[in-house]
């Protein structure tokens, strides 16, 4: 017997891991075990198949030729052999020991995770959710990466291993105090004649403002807070008004002395996606929490409109 006959097929999963994630650290996050045992695992790999399999170019593993001219047959016979394990196991959420990293805004945070937390409590009480702001330009990487596993969001431009999912559309409301003097009817030129405050976690610009400037309209910002409910609180002090979606909006008024407006200004409603790297399509864990993200997502926000 020669020794390729000998190799452990799990290896296997270690090499896929590193060629789909580019690199140690973050295929033992995709595999849920520590770096050491995947660097172990590669050097016994290439110790088996005398080869080096990946050489290293700044902070990624490129994979070697040999690497090159095999992964096709190994990812081919892989996705065989765990569509065949899974069609023969039973998924238990109640046993899943694990951590999902979720990229969403705060508004998002408020309004779906209270009914997301409640929904896999007693289904899954080993499992520990992290919800993070991440970048836009961030994105992509760290969701090959590993470090996220699911990206709610406004549209953006992703690759072509980034799994996306129309979730539902919304629309935008203006908050203000109870007594404000638009309170009671509030026009285009009275919105674009107020002043108002904004949010931008990460300095960003304005979506809102980049919109309406195309159409040649403009409105005075004269604050700009990292949080929504900091700005809401604002509006209800002040006479700044504040525009969040709808959804958001009418929360924010069973907590606090403010009243919503519907924009005058007539603008497309925005579609919200899900996204996640097409790699964690076979991982019944992963769909798992997808599926309890997404229902919570529309169960707190409205009915999916595709």
């Not at 203000?176 to 030129?189: D, I, S, T």
């Not at 910002?221 to 525009?243: E, P």
């Not at 919200?272 to 997404?294: C, M, N, P, T």
Request: hydrophobic share 45%; charged share 25%.
């Amino acid at each position: 017997m020669d020794r390729d006959s000998r190799i452990d097929l799990n290896l296997f999963r270690v090499l896929d891991a590193i060629y789909t994630h580019g690199g140690v650290g973050a295929a033992a996050r995709a595999l849920h075990l520590t770096q050491p045992a995947v660097t172990h695992a590669l050097g016994r790999l290439r110790d088996q198949l005398g080869d080096p399999l990946f050489v290293r170019q700044g902070n990624r593993l490129l994979p070697t030729d040999k690497t090159q001219a095999m992964m096709p047959a190994v990812q081919a016979h892989l996705k065989g052999l765990l569509a065949s394990t899974h069609a023969q196991s039973r998924f238990d959420a109640a046993q899943l020991q694990m951590e999902f990293v979720i990229g969403f805004r705060d508004i998002l945070e408020s309004i779906v995770l209270p009914g997301l937390m409640a929904s896999i409590g007693h289904e899954a009480p080993g499992v520990r959710v992290v919800s993070r702001r991440v970048a836009a330009d961030e994105m992509e990487r760290e969701l090959a990466a590993g470090t996220l596993d699911l990206v709610v969001d406004r549209p953006w431009r992703a690759g072509p291993r980034i799994a996306h999912r129309h979730l539902l559309d919304e629309t935008l409301a203006v908050v203000m105090r109870k007594r404000h003097p638009l309170a009671r009817q509030l026009r285009r030129a009275d919105y674009l004649g107020a002043r108002h405050v904004t949010v931008s976690p990460l300095g960003e610009s304005n979506a809102l403002d980049l919109l309406l400037g195309q159409s040649g309209m403009f409105r005075e910002v004269r604050m700009v807070c990292q949080h929504y409910f900091s700005a809401c609180q604002i509006a209800a002090a002040t006479d700044l008004l504040l525009t969040v979606p709808r959804t958001y909006a009418d929360q924010l008024a069973s907590l606090l002395p403010v009243v919503v407006r519907p924009l005058p200004i007539q603008l497309k409603a925005f579609s919200i996606r899900a996204y996640w790297h097409a790699s964690k399509d076979g991982d019944q864990a992963h769909r798992w929490f997808r599926e309890r993200l997404v229902k919570s997502v529309t169960d707190a926000m409205g009915p999916t409109r595709s």
